[in-house]
């Protein structure tokens, strides 16, 4: 138990160590401290070549070369994964937790028009106006219509995947708004102009220097101190201004629930609560997924979604907005943007569950390594690989090849979706549709044909009397050797199995003595 | 497009990509078994874990201990019946109709919970309580009022409370605003309050 | 018992005594096992990469070489679990599901099917640490997940266990993927080998002599990497501690 009985401080935090709690490990922080690190200039994301499929492996490699970034992304979300298995061992209902939040999502996917049209009827009901947007487009220009209407100048908005999905924020600057992201993680990376990396800890590809050299060239602050105290300090201290004199709110949405007509929020640094309450104007960006059919589901996911994020058992926040306050608007902007599509999809419509806990991005060993920028799309990591080509499946055809599916996202997939198995799924369908490289075809066929014929195969194996030894062809797949770039080549022995089988035993198989 | 036209437009998509399965809607229980019998014991140290953490009235009437804490500490709002608004004391009285930015140069606010949730720790606070919601985030500290008797143990048992069905805004507060977002590194007070602390009391009778 | 040996191509290639200690060990529990000549590949390389009509032959292949054993045995829980789970390409005849149906990787064969319960010529005197091949684990199921709420077990601890002498010792990240990740180590290089060379450098730090795997593979991958970063890390499959190899 922790009973606190001086008074609170009545000054700010500042630095740790001067008044705040130092080394805080409940909630969302790390379960260790780390070790500073940098400055290190801070590699960025993948190129982007218009239409061109993304090169991945190319921004990874980039992102690899950088070893204090590296070191610090892969403790963080490692350690994620970590805390996340803790709280596992705390709920003896886990499993069934899991099962429940697919099932609940298999149900709702599957009764989806039921369960929007009674979510619509309920919202109305509340004095929420509801609106409809088949795609990016229309859910921009109707958030901006509302606001023009309102003669809004300033928005103050949460996070929302949905939003960065649609480019919300790009379209709303050129019409003449200011939009302020509340989140820390998300203002750091709209004052960087740089997509957010992951979809729970936004700037988490970023060291705290990276922090400190953004801040100190939108904010004003001293670029040579990094401490993270100061620097959040800093945001809460610039943001706070803005959210007073905003002229309308807007929120994401992480659970719509059909019984209520709500919408549900969760954040840990309550700043959904200030951007839907602080002015006069609340709209939300729902898709259409979001969709839950009741309070006791409800209970199943935000029961998952912390814990399965950030290992934490609850985010700080959740709060349910089930309609305006007195004397203010709220307005819920309900999105396809290619949804519908999706659920018509047999092999991935599941993909539909992600209740965007970022859970398999943190296990995700390549993610770890590459940072979510080098994925070029709006979703990185496992889900990224399985959601982003129904968006452009040739710009996003690379993607799903990024996955040794190794299968710990499926594990840790709080509605139990099948991340690799459709990650696998994905890459047949894009090979079929013409959708790989040439030379990888090629290759494939090649391997295909000398693998179906043994005589074919053994000649290609090292001789064991061949002066140069060499892997073989078909496991090299590349006329450039790349396996040698970080690994040493396996030694090759004297004779094959095959060869050593025929010398003793024969073809009859019997041990020749 | 109108908006009418994409609602219709969506809709249809829906009923045409249906997928071709048509499972039950399934039971959600209370998973509660194994529920700790002390509540308030579960949920102090969960709000501890969660870093927030429980005033103790050590010995006082928790009124009296309430009185103690916002004693001298700059501008208070109260939202609660316990403590009544007194201008010579700088303490604000929360009235419904007040101006949310109002709230803005408040140090320490106080309001009290409709329940707690043992499992996380968190306290119910709904726009019947709070009056004006940002009661809840702009002060730079928050004192919530919480009965004992009000504790559930988890979220299933919270979710079947009738706060959802009666509020347009109701918030599970669990502990201060928080942030890890730089490097993991956990500081309270990121956009919202700097801390939280739960008085257990039993409301005034009447 | 009719044992069909199955020996996948980089263990014929790079491992022949990884398919002999697999033979050795099965003749020792009595399996009458053939090792059909004609065999090469089970098809994963094509399918992994998304080219499944491509290694339609190869899968055709592999089941004209099996289809007559009561039994497959290899010691790779990668290709068998491609068996197993993923042999798709080929036309699901009642030949097919059985060949599927009784494939089998070395360990959970011994585990579940011999159910042996000693290796009294096996020692091993040394400090090795487990790795589970990612397919083995999570697909073939050969030992309990850390992602998930369950009952420990592990099939291949289980039979260490039997052996004299070895002591098994932990890593940082006993589940995390080592990057071999079949066409992967080579398409995507880079990610590849800094998994690797992790995962070898979390092995080293686990002060263990060896690594084994009840995968070639994996291993294959990460001896390459403990190289090239000079560790003195040593590699054997599971397969050989357990017919008694010494060292």
Redesign the interface.
Known sequence: MSIENQAAPTTPAGRTGDGAPANLTHGAGASVTMPPRGPEPQPRGAIIRGNHPIDQQEAARRFMAAPQHLAMHDQRLWDLRQKRDKQKDTIEEWEDLRQLASDIKTHTLTHLDTYLEQFERNAKANGVIVHWAKDADEHNRIAVDILKSKNAKRLIKSKSMLTEECGFREYAGDQGIDVVETDLGERIQQLDDEAPSHVVVPAVHKLRTDVAEVFARTLGSDPNDSDVSYLTEQQREHTRPLILTADAGMTGCNFAVAETGSVVVCTNEGNADLSANTTGLHIVSMGIEKIIPNLNSLAVFVRMLSRSALGSPITQYTSHFRGPRRGAEMHIIIVDNGRTDRLGLEKFWTSLKCIRCGACMNTCPVFRRSGGLSYGATYAGPIGLIIDPTFNRHKYSTLPFSSTMNGSCTNVCPVKINIHEQIADWRQVLAENHEIPAFKKSMMKAAGALLASPRLYRASLPMADSALRHIPRFMLYNRMNTWTRGREMPSVPKETFHQWFKRTRGKDGKKKS | ?S??D??A???A???????N??????D?PL?DT?APTDLV?AF?????????????P?GQYPINALR???AN??IIATAVPELHGDPSLQIRQVL?DMD??SL?NV??GVVRAAFGVA????VCLT?TELQV??L???P??LIVLLDPARIVP???H???QPE??E?????????????????????????????L?VLFCAPQAG | MRVGLFVPCYVDAFHPEVGQATLELLERFGCDVDYPFDQTCCGQPMTNTGCHKESKATEELFVRNFKDFDYIVGPSGSCVNHVRNNFDAVEQTDEVKHVREHTYELVEFLHDVLKVDAFPWAEFPHKVTLHNNCNALRGLNIASMTELREKKFSKPRDLLSKVKGLELVDITRPDECCGFGGTFSVFEEATSARMGQDKARDQAKSGAEYVTSSDSSCMMHQEGCARRLGLPTKYIHIAQILNGARA
Request: net charge positive.
């Open positions: 497009m908006s009418t994409s609602r437009a969506i809709f998509a829906i009923r045409a990509n249906r997928p399965v048509q499972p039950p809607q399934p959600v998973f194994k014991a102090s140290d969960m709000l501890g874990k969660m870093g927030g953490s429980v005033l103790d050590q103690a804490a916002v500490k700059g419904p949310p930015h803005a140090e320490i499992e996380t720790g968190s726009d919601n940002t809840g985030y702009l730079q500290h988890n979220l299933h919270a979710y079947r959802f069905h509020h347009n805004y109701a918030v599970f507060q669990t502990g201060p605003s928080a942030t890890a977002d730089i490097e993991g590194v956990l500081i309270h007070g990121a956009q919202g309050v700097r801390s602390r």
